[in-house]
């Protein structure tokens, strides 16, 4: 098969004109052109009059060799690389250990998928419950302000990814085309294909949840155990050598090989390795506010008289500013057309996040509007960042009244440095709901200077993100894990033999589709290893 890259058509172009275009590049006739599919389709809309969509296509055609002897000189036709994945290794048939998979994220759900498929029967542990389930405690939080603990945005079936915008696109190297595994298997279990080829693919909670239930039976149906309710509050070492774990049930299972794909959010579990010896390091993240404006500003702003168009959806961003006192500002996990959602995993604490519908129709737009901070901002030992994120959700809980409402503030109120008393145009999305008011407290003083002196700069990128009415609302803690446990070439733990870190929680990993990828990367560690000690 041959590919051709950066094919450059009309937003409402046709398809009769997209085939003109490939046999133009190609320079043959129709009948030469045998079958093609579009691999990628990318949009650029720096000229909102005149937005283009960017193909990459495969295609197969006759005499393949003459067309890239007679186009060698362009750099947009080549052979098609070869995506499919290959399988490291098989399962010995006297398998005497099975490896045991802590949780069941994207990360713990692509390692269990991929050690199942190669016939290594993983035992998969989830501390939260069965996805269904856990959807029913999330939502009794949100309309009901009733917390669980154990089944929550962060704690069960799908990780805290199946209460999100479901993004699927990352920046991360892929040579190996991991990512491409992790789609095709998401379209398996029941995601939209186009997710194969749209440039930046999004799922939404609902097909997530259904999706993540079919890839269950697909490991069951392989040979892996998957346990809900199942929390590991302690991991057997002996000389350095893992040799099992221990549920707060008081169950021990033996193995000598544990993934560890807790999730960013699994404080208890953290300090136990920390308390273990398990080395442990203090990571930077980011602290901040999730920000709301009509939808519509949005849309118009970067899509001018083409907002609306099917095939560009609701519109995204992304922002970025360097500040005076040397904070970076920057928009994270931004989610067209979703809502702000309550995402604490403890009691007493407030947490923002932010999710969509696969459909992005409602109203808001949302994004995380974030600060960096380093561990020189939380000296200590390595889990200091987990007490700061804890100290800033329960000041949010007090701030929001105590009953799991949030914090708010309308963005021209926060920049005036004056409460907010009412609301404007943009009403909150978040539930159980949200307490007007000042977040100036919210933050440490250099974070809000830094939000402070970011919103205008982003209102000239963006006419109207400044906007008076738009909403801020707090706090935002989870933007990614506060500590990484390190990891040496082979996966595993830099002082304890047979623990393999993986994805956001160990901090490899920001997103579904990096820390699916890390997962399988992860999972293939362990099976050439299981295989080198049979």
Same mark, same amino acid.
């Given at each position: ?87 490291? $290794? ?8 099975? %490896? ?48 669980? %603990? ?24 892929? +040579? ?71 549920? $707060? ?132 030992? +390595? ?36 409460? $907010? ?10 539930? %159980? ?22 919103? %205008? ?76 000690? $049979?």
């Amino acid at each position: 098969m041959l590919r051709i890259t950066e094919l450059r058509l009309p937003l409402n172009h046709t398809d009769a004109e997209l085939k003109s275009a490939i046999l133009s590049k190609l320079n043959i006739a129709d009948d030469k052109l045998l079958s093609y599919t579009v691999f990628r389709r990318a949009f650029d809309a720096r000229k909102k009059h005149d937005i283009k969509l960017i193909y990459t296509i495969d295609l197969l055609a006759s005499n393949e060799d003459d067309i890239l002897k007679n186009l060698a000189a362009d750099l947009q036709v080549s052979t098609t690389p070869d995506t499919s994945y290959h399988e490291v $290794s098989r399962a010995p048939a006297n398998l005497k250990t099975r %490896p045991i998979v802590i949780g069941t994220g994207p990360c713990g759900l692509f390692a269990g998928l991929i050690l199942a498929q190669m016939g290594f029967n993983p035992i998969i542990l989830e501390r939260g419950k069965a996805v269904r389930e856990r959807t029913k405690d999330t939502f009794g939080l949100w309309r009901k302000g009733i917390f669980n %603990p154990e089944s929550n945005v962060q704690f069960g079936e799908g990780g805290a990814g199946t209460f999100s915008d479901g993004k699927l696109y990352t920046q991360i190297k892929d +040579p190996k085309h991991y990512g491409r595994k992790v789609l095709e298997e998401f379209v398996k279990a029941g995601a939209p294909p186009e997710i194969l080829y749209v440039s930046k693919p999004h799922i939404g909670t609902f097909k997530l949840v259904s999706m993540v239930e079919d890839m269950r039976t697909s490991i069951e149906a392989l040979g892996g155990e998957i346990r809900f309710s199942s929390r590991v509050d302690d991991l057997l070492i002996d000389n350095g050598q893992v040799q099992g774990v221990q549920l $707060s049930s008081g169950e021990i299972l033996h193995s000598s090989h544990v993934v560890l794909a807790v999730g960013h959010s699994a404080r208890d579990t953290f300090k136990m390795l920390y308390e273990r010896g398990v080395y442990v390091e203090a990571k930077p993240f980011s602290i901040g506010f999730r920000i709301e404006h009509p939808q519509s500003i949005i849309d118009n702003c970067q899509f001018g008289d083409n907002a609306g168009n099917e095939i560009l959806g609701a519109a995204d961003y992304k922002l970025a500013h360097h500040c005076t006192n040397g904070r970076s500002v920057y928009s994270f996990c931004m989610c067209p057309g979703g809502t702000v959602v309550a995402a604490t995993s403890e009691a007493g604490h407030v947490v923002t996040n932010g999710m969509s519908q696969y459909s992005r129709n409602e109203r808001n737009a949302n994004s995380g509007i974030v600060v960096g901070i380093t561990p020189e901002d939380y000296p200590g030992n +390595p889990l200091a960042g987990i007490d700061l994120q804890r100290r800033l959700e329960a000041h949010a809980f007090t701030l929001g009244g105590g009953t799991y409402a949030a914090p708010g503030q309308l963005v021209g109120d926060f920049l005036a440095q004056r409460p $907010s008393t009412e609301w404007g145009q943009v009403l909150p999305s978040y539930t %159980p709901g949200v307490q007007l008011g000042d977040l100036s407290s919210a933050l440490p003083g250099y974070a809000i200077d830094a939000i402070r002196e970011a919103l %205008p700069v982003f209102d000239k990128k963006i006419k109207g993100f400044a906007m008076h009415d738009a909403l801020l609302t707090g706090v935002e803690t989870r933007t990614s894990s506060p500590i990484r446990i390190k990891r040496n070439d082979d996966c595993q733990s830099l002082n304890t033999k047979g623990l393999y870190p993986a994805g956001e929680g160990a901090g490899y990993a920001g997103g579904i589709l990096s820390a699916a990828v890390d997962g399988i990367k992860v999972a293939e560690a362990v099976a050439i290893n299981i295989i080198s000690m $049979s």
